[in-house]
Structures are given as C-alpha cells and as structure tokens.
RNA sequence: CGGGGUGUAGCGUAGUCCGGUCCAUCGCGCCAGGUUUGGGACCUGGAGGUCGCAGGUUCGAAUCCUGCCGCCCCGACCA
C-alpha cells in the first residue's frame, strides 16, 4: 500500500485531505490558504462547467467577464453588503515594485501607492451594477440575464482544499429585471438549475428552502439554496440564488424608465456555485479507498486494464484491448486504456478506485477467449462480465446505473440522517445520533437562532420549500417552547 | 486571532531528551538491467540532502540557546 488513506472512521478531515491529495485532484501550494488544482480535479471542474453553462445557456443567459479589481468605494455603497465582506477583502494599494536600495530584493516602491485602492473581488455585485448603470434606461433594456465564470478572493482565516480556500473559481450570475416578481421568479428558477445539476450530474441529493435572517447573503432580501449533507453528517451548501430586490439598484442608482414613463429601481438577482461542490463530492460519495466520482463528472468513465503473462499475450491483449477501447470512444464514453508495463494490474486496479473511476474493464487471455470483459463498479465493487459485441450499450446501461445507485445510496443516507425532534434534549442528541440534519421548530427570532448555535454549533440552514419535508404544522420553539409557524433545517455545517 | 502539532531526499520517516560512533536511518517512489504480471511484485546496481531560515554556544550542532518563518489540525468567522 504505497498511499495510505487515513480512514474515515478514524479522522473524517485526514480522511478528506488524503482522498483530495491522493487521487490527484488537488495540491498545496507555497501560498496560504490557496491551492493549486491539477489536471484531474479541474477536468472535473471543466466537466462541471460544461453541463451548467448549457443549463444557464437554455435559460437565456449569456457569459461575460467583468474586472478582477473594484474600487474600494464601491464595496461601500450597500451598507449590509460591505460589512459582510469587508472582513475577508484583499486589498491592492501600490502598483510597482523596485530593487530593494538596501540589498534585500525586491520591494513595494512606496512611491506607487494607488490613490484608491483596489479590492480583489470577493464577488462581483458592485462592480456589476456599477456597469449595469450605463446599460440601462428602459423596460426595454431589461431583463440582463448574464452570468460569468470567475475567479473571487475571500481572506478566510481558516482554509480546506475545495471547501474553502482564500482564491476559489465560481460561476455567479447578475441579473436585472423591471418587475420583483419576475426577479424572485429568475432566482427561483436558478435554484431549480442548481437542484436538477447537484441531483442528476453530481448524484447529490438537496433540500431546497429559503436561509433565516441571519445566514442571508450580505445585501439580498431574501437567499435560496441548497443544502447537502455530507458523511460525517455535516450539512454543505451547495448553492445559492439572492433576490437582491432594489438593494443594489438604489446603492448604484440604477433606474429605469417603466411603461407608464415612470422612473423605477431595477430588480435584481445573483446565484453562484463554485469549486466547493468538488469538496462536496469527495465528502457525499468516496470510502476508505478513495473517490467515486458519478460517472456524468467523471473525467474518466471507463479505464480499461489489460493483463498478461508474457510477451505473447501481451500482443493478443493489447491488440484486442485498442479495439475496444477505439469502439468505446466513437460510442462517446470518456475512456481510458493503461497499458503501462511498469505497474502490475493490481496496482492500477487501486489506483483508480482511488481516482474514482466508475467502470472499470479487465481484459485477459480468459476474457477474450470467452469473447468478453470483465467489469467492476467503483461504487459497488460488483463484478459482471461483458458480452464483446454488445459493449458499448451494456456499459451506456451500466454508467446509468452507477449514476442512479449513487444518488440513491446518498439519498438513502441523507434521509436516516434527518431526524424531526420536539424537545432540547433530542435535539442535542440527534445532532450526535445519528448526527446530520434535525428538523424541528423555531420560534422564528434571531436571538434563539444565535443562542441555538452557541449552545449546540448548529445552525438554521434552511427553512425548507413546501413539498420538501413532511409538513407538521405550528408548534413551539424546541428551545424557548414560544409559538413556531412551522419546522426549520437545523445542521452543523461545512 | 487563540490552542495544538509539525518542519530531515519527490513522499512518509529514524535520529533531537542525553552534542562526537551521523560528510545522516529506513520504507515508498525515481533511474538502469533482469525476472515478473488476474488485487498496490521481486532481485541487483544507482542517483538524489543548504537536516525550515538566521544568529549564537562549542574543539565539534539535525541534536543545546535565541529570534524568525512556513505548513497542517482544532476553535472563533465565512461559500
């Protein structure tokens, strides 16, 4: 066992980082807080990317790209906004370096200070409405439906490869529309995108519903999301959509002229997923022995393994094995043959279990013989033999399989894992046993919700849409026993 | 920012308490050749080191002292 991973059961975050480091997904790098995501994770990234910027495509929006830098006034214009980020900003201040007259290197030139400073963007809101100022007159010019895939920069003080690093690659979408319901509608509509991705691509099963007060995004009126939950039983949101409502338009003046030839605020919206459903991923399917990726993401779908005794056989193998391989890829499979001759079988059999590849093929003397292969899932372990010449509809069958099993294998886990409680007592033990989401009421104040998160480190993450959960009705707050309209989503989360 | 840990070859480590026998141990990986190949092969040979950095103590420092730095983990804050 030449890359040990630390087992879950023993140390869940040693578990992560091994998984995250050794399969090839990602790597520290000399600067804190930022890592460096290598050819493996960022084709995931890429295969990510590809399916939502199709998802966003069909429902009208277009990509742009605005400035990586803001100008430190801007982040003050919505008051909520900057006191929600202002704690993490980067902040540009000089633009020339000089050769140290000291001899120490190299230097900031204190003659090149800025006369205003520039923020690194933490998000792109202010920046955008800055802009969305100049396109705007009329209903005419509305909606903007415009996305843009970025990179952002939050100072956290606390990094995780993918959950949370200080420089993280996102999507976040600005739109702006002449009525609040057709911007509510679009934020909603986006959370539906996030919800049909996080649950057919990545095999991860969410619970839509709106955040309290006070886990709102700086500036919106009202946050939507997703929320997922992981093995150790911790929740992770996976996405969210703001209805920004006139907020950002009156920060940046930003009217329009409605049909009655009235002067009007715009409407406006923003959504973001970013390279922490990566994180989710490793978190909501891998074992002890590595990745599974749902075969949708993964970059490798197919590895196909040959196996020899001599150099004969080798020959025969080899010859067949590129057959395959070749009718495999024109079928459309992401495929990949290892012929490497330095490593044996069983050692790139554990390689890509570690890599997480769904299917993998072993092809022999005995398979071709019997004019098959031989197949084993990643996620079950489960070995079938393949008919040769009906390979690529058997493995279209397979990969299918896979994708669905895995969801369910999370569904099934997520939902043993919200337990609806009544009482304070069971509300503390169901955050230990069984751990994962609980589900009980709240009398709806910001000082229950902040005194539950210091008595028990969980907090509300959401209050869940209709249809969502069983609905029970009204009760009383499992903490302060005060009138509750309804449950709420409580978890500890990443 | 607080608490803990850690820094020796690409990775993981021994040695540090008690200085010399260490121009530094072992495993993995790497290179060459050979034997192998159905669950992380083996043999032989080889390459690879500012012992985190700076200063100090000493005849002599990976080891002792002072200062600094990096990174990881836990917590507070956040996607």
Excluded at 69 to 90: D, N, W, Y
Excluded at 100 to 106: F, N, T
Aim: net charge negative; with cysteine; hydrophobic share 40%.
């Amino acid at each position: 066992m030449s890359k040990a991973i630390t087992p879950r059961a023993q140390d869940y975050a040693q578990w992560y980082n091994d998984l995250v480091i050794k399969s090839g997904l990602a790597d520290y790098s000399a600067v804190r807080g930022c890592m460096v995501i290598k050819p493996y994770g960022y084709a995931l990234w890429e295969n990510m990317q590809a399916e939502l910027d199709k998802m966003f495509k069909d429902t009208g929006h277009q990509n742009a790209y605005f400035p990586l830098f803001i100008p430190k006034t801007f982040l003050s214009r919505e008051a909520a906004h900057v006191e929600g980020f202002a704690k993490e900003c980067a902040v540009v201040t000089h633009y020339r370096l000089k050769n140290d007259p000291a001899g120490g290197g190299v230097i900031v030139d204190p003659e090149a200070a800025l006369e205003e400073e520039l923020i690194v963007r933490p998000t792109s809101e202010t920046i955008i409405w800055n802009t969305y100022k100049t396109w705007i007159q009329s209903y005419r010019d509305l909606p903007i439906l415009i996305n843009q895939w970025a990179n952002v920069v939050r100072w956290e003080m606390r990094t995780r490869l993918f959950l949370r690093t200080a420089e993280f690659l996102w999507q976040e979408g600005h739109t702006a529309h002449a009525t609040a319901e057709e911007a509510m509608e679009e934020a909603r509509r986006m959370l539906d995108v996030y919800t049909q991705f996080a649950e057919s691509f990545m095999a991860l099963p969410v619970i839509r519903g709106v955040k309290s007060p006070a886990e709102r995004f700086a500036g919106a009126v009202e946050t939507f999301c997703i929320e997922a939950l992981m093995q150790d039983g911790k929740a992770l949101q996976a996405g969210t959509s703001h209805f920004l409502g006139q907020n950002f338009a009156r920060a940046f003046d930003v009217q329009f002229l409605n049909k009655n030839n009235e002067q009007e605020y715009v409407w406006a919206t923003s959504w973001g997923v970013s390279t922490r459903l990566i994180g989710a991923l490793v978190m909501a399917h891998g074992d002890d022995d590595g990745l599974k990726l749902p075969p949708k993401l993964a970059p490798i779908q197919v590895i196909i393994i040959p196996v020899y005794k001599n150099d004969t056989q080798r020959a025969t193998v080899h010859t067949q094995a590129l057959e395959i391989l070749e009718q495999l890829k024109k079928a459309g499979f992401r495929v990949q043959y290892d012929d490497a001759d330095h490593v044996r079988p069983g050692w790139k059999y554990a390689e890509y279990e570690l890599r997480g590849v769904p299917l993998r093929l072993s092809l022999g003397e005995r398979e071709i013989q019997q004019h098959q292969v031989e197949a084993v899932r990643r996620d079950t372990r489960e070995k079938l033999y393949l008919p040769f010449d009906q390979l690529p509809e058997k493995i279209g069958d397979l990969l299918d399989q896979i994708q669905q099993d895995m969801f369910h294998q999370a569904k099934s886990f997520r939902d043993q894992h919200i337990t609806t409680v009544d009482n304070w007592d069971d509300f503390l033990r169901a955050l230990e046993e069984p751990g994962g989401f609980v589900y009980a009421h709240w009398d709806g104040t910001p000082e229950t919700e902040i005194r539950i998160k210091e008595l028990s480190k969980a907090t509300i993450r959401c209050i869940p849409f209709p249809g969502q959960l069983p609905d029970h009705g009204s009760g009383h707050c499992v903490l302060t026993g005060k009138p509750s309209a309804r449950r709420v989503l409580f978890a500890r989360a990443y």
